[in-house]
């Protein structure tokens, strides 16, 4: 399969400003980029298929150039919803040192960054050499500046579109850079830099876009209620990005293995044969899961994350570092507790039982087990220092209700 129709089989290819991409695509050779303004310190699953399409087309023989937005970054693109909320210099320069670092340790691209030429821009040169290409009624119609006429649209954020065309045509000056690959959102914006070098170099340049990847119901992926789940291993770890793609819905799970990972096509069909007859063991949530998970933190990560899944599935925690209960248990309920606090009261401190006689109760019935033990005794006292790390006491109700108990220091 040819590398533009390995794109479109996967779901990767949306607009395009002209059909001679597929021939330069399938021919290789050509220096393309994408960019990111520096809103975070790390990239997140919102970001990686285009990465990951810029990492096929380099496969492919063409040249990727990233494009960090240290200028963009300072003013924001129009968001449907508003103005974006500036960021402070000190963030900035953190985010562009993190996303650097992040891309060129995962993908190996080139880094630039357009603060490195906009900075010398003088407003007269900007307006007289680039603001002069642009029609007023052609930035109107774009979608983006028309969705925010209505509730109004400052001159900082319509600027944008400019200041992006103008990173195209300074990139193909400096670079011969020829094409931009961005998601849908973007369309405006990176078509106003083919039309700009086309103007004044009398050059055609290319682009296109993919469809931005959404769940079933139209969100973004990667996101929940405003959390994105992070590239970063600090930010989000591999347990808990292993989870998110062990859980991701059923209708969506082979589209994402097309656009999240590099199993070919057969390898891919065979997963959805099994995906349809036996969708309850997994088969392509596990693949999608091992490989986003394997790419972005390595084997050990991918084997750390497997390690405790299943040792919480079991409930044998006994012998877990007190940095894997953590990690694994982020998201259970936690609570403080004194040194010596009895069983029965902690249990109802930490929301496991509505009462005392409630907790005596599912104690005798074996129910409950402490830092992965049963527990029998009523009037046990959980101890600091028997606790994982002399931090943390782990209470289970039943298989799958759990409860971090943190100690006072």
């Not at 989000?236 to 969506?252: C, G, H, I, R």
């Not at 496991?352 to 104690?363: N, Q, V």
């Amino acid at each position: 399969m040819k590398l533009f129709d390995e794109l479109k089989w996967r779901g990767l290819v949306k607009d395009m400003t002209s059909p001679e991409i597929e021939d330069k695509i399938n021919e290789g050779g050509l220096t393309f980029y994408i960019g990111t303004d520096p809103t975070g310190d790390s990239l997140h699953l919102g970001h990686l298929s285009s990465f990951l399409i810029a990492k096929r087309l380099k496969d492919g023989g063409h040249h990727p150039i990233l494009l960090i937005g240290g200028a963009t970054g300072r003013i924001g693109d129009p968001k449907p919803s508003g103005e974006r909320q500036m960021l402070d210099l000190e963030t900035l320069n953190h985010n562009i040192e993190g996303l650097t670092n992040q891309v060129e340790r995962l993908f190996g691209f080139e880094v630039v960054n357009n603060y490195d030429w906009i900075k010398d821009l003088s407003l007269l040169d900007f307006l007289r050499d680039t603001g002069k290409y642009f029609n007023i009624n052609y930035m109107l119609d774009k979608d983006i500046i028309r969705r925010r006429l209505e509730t109004g649209i400052t001159f900082t954020e319509f600027s944008y579109m400019l200041l992006q065309a103008y990173d195209f045509y300074h990139l193909y000056k400096t670079h011969n850079c020829r094409m931009q690959v961005a998601g849908s959102d973007q369309w405006g914006n990176i078509t106003a830099g083919v039309d700009l070098i086309r103007k004044k170099e009398g050059v055609e340049a290319y682009a296109f876009t993919m469809p931005l990847v959404t769940d079933k119901a139209g969100n973004k992926f990667g996101k929940s209620e405003g959390n994105a789940m992070w590239l970063d291993s600090d930010k989000t770890s591999p347990y808990a990005m292993y989870q998110f793609l062990l859980n991701v819905e059923d209708e969506k799970v082979i589209d994402y293995l097309k656009i999240f990972t590099f199993l070919t096509k057969e390898e891919i069909e065979a997963l959805e044969i099994l995906h349809k007859e036996h969708p309850e063991h997994r088969d392509a949530h596990k693949a999608l899961a091992k490989e986003i998970v394997t790419f972005l933190h390595g084997e050990s990560g991918y084997a750390k994350a497997i390690k405790i899944t299943e040792t919480l599935f079991s409930g044998d925690i006994k012998d877990m570092q007190v940095e894997d209960i953590k990690t694994g248990l982020l998201d259970a309920p936690h609570v403080t507790i004194e040194d010596a606090t009895n069983i029965c009261d902690a249990l109802v401190m930490a929301g496991a039982c509505k009462s005392k006689r409630e907790a005596r109760d599912l104690i005798k019935a074996n129910s409950i087990a402490l830092n992965g033990v049963k527990i029998s005794d009523f009037n046990l006292a959980i101890k600091k220092e028997e606790a994982f790390g002399r931090e943390v006491a782990v209470l289970r109700r039943g298989k799958k209700n759990w409860y971090v108990l943190q100690f006072l220091k």
